[in-house]
């Protein structure tokens, strides 16, 4: 799944330049990146955020260099919100793919072929190596947080409070024949169907993380659980038109896994399923009651924003309103202290400090 966003500067005049050249005597910031003939000097601004990050005007960021943001469907939509935003203040545009956490992890401390990893999980000892291998020491920044939710149809009337153990069971069923009394000997037997992503996705393995103490190989892989990749719009449809019908056993009740945000998106058509008699909301993220809840994440590198300072404008802006907008996307605040390290990363890296 690819999102880029386009947009032509029609006019860039003179006078602005003269303006953004002589802007250090009022206070403004300039920092200077890099070495040799890449070094590049941007004008980021001389007012400061509640983080300690310049507040960075899209309108000033040098255009004419894309950076690429790669990694977990999850994030995804987070990070579409933000760029939209970026983009309708006049800022460059950037491409965003939606291809996993673990793809997007591949993509940039393997391939080296994007500037920033969106992640649903954290970042794994094997991929640091991977990064540093080609130069890369990951910095982490956390951006927000996710209640991995279990979504039934609206039909679904047994089903609406699981226990882990009961979740387990479900997605480690492996007959064809396999009913939901086989979950739990108390619910009507009516055919389960099962909609996983796949184990590139970051909440495949938070999932096996949290529900089956990260066993490899997950037994997901070997259940009767359809695999839909990273398209959750899969397991909303799949589950939403299961056709779960109170007093008709032949009718079959499906259930899914997926963000928050997608669940908000849906909750016309979809239950969300309460874990242990926790459902998951902003409150039950917070007080880390609702059992699968987790943090969301991106990587960038310093080696990465020494090339390409845009990266690290591009996070300082990120940070300075991501809370403005995570709400309406279906997730929920990182806690403040998460964000002011996160910050504390971004500037060292680029400098400003």
């Not at 940070?319 to 390290?341: K, T």
Request: glycine residues 10%.
């Amino acid at each position: 799944m690819k999102l880029r966003f386009g947009r032509i500067l029609a006019v860039v005049t003179l006078l602005g330049l003269i303006l953004a050249a002589c802007s250090g005597g009022s206070g403004d910031t300039t920092t200077t990146v890099g070495s040799g003939s890449s070094t590049t000097t941007t004008n980021i601004g001389g007012e400061v955020s509640d983080l300690g990050l310049p507040v960075v005007d899209p309108l000033d960021v040098v255009g004419g260099v894309d950076i690429g943001i790669a990694g977990s469907s999850t994030v995804f939509p987070l990070s579409t919100a933000v760029l939209t935003q970026w983009i309708d203040e006049g800022g460059p545009e950037y491409t965003i793919d939606s291809i996993g956490s673990g793809g997007g992890l591949e993509r940039f401390c393997v391939e080296g072929a994007s500037d920033i990893a969106n992640a649903s999980r954290a970042i794994k000892d094997e991929e640091v190596a991977a990064c540093e291998a080609i130069g890369r020491t990951p910095i982490e920044v956390r951006v927000g947080s996710d209640a991995l939710s279990l979504v039934i149809s609206l039909g679904n009337y047994f089903a609406q409070d699981l226990t882990l153990e009961e979740i387990a069971t479900a997605f480690s069923l492996t007959s064809a024949d396999a009913t939901w009394a086989d979950v739990n000997s108390a619910y009507p037997a009516h055919p389960i169907q099962l909609f996983s992503p796949g184990a590139d996705s970051g909440t495949f393995d938070y999932f096996n993380e949290i529900v089956f103490d990260e066993a490899q190989p997950s037994p997901i892989l070997n259940s009767i659980a359809e695999i839909v990749g990273e398209d959750d719009n899969l397991t909303v449809v799949g589950v939403s038109e299961d056709g779960c019908t109170e007093g008709d056993l032949a009718s079959t009740c499906a259930i899914g896994y997926f963000g928050y945000a997608y669940f908000q998106e849906n909750v016309d058509v979809l239950q969300a399923v309460a874990v242990d008699g926790v459902v998951p909301s902003a409150a039950t993220v917070d007080d880390n009651s609702y059992p699968i809840s987790r943090p969301l994440f991106m990587y960038t590198a310093a080696s990465v924003i020494d090339e390409k300072p845009q990266v690290a404008e591009f996070i300082a802006y990120y940070l300075n309103n991501v809370n403005e907008v995570i709400g309406e996307v279906g997730y929920f605040p990182a806690p403040q202290s998460a964000l002011q390290d996160a910050a504390n990363n971004i500037k060292a890296a680029a400098g400003w400090e």
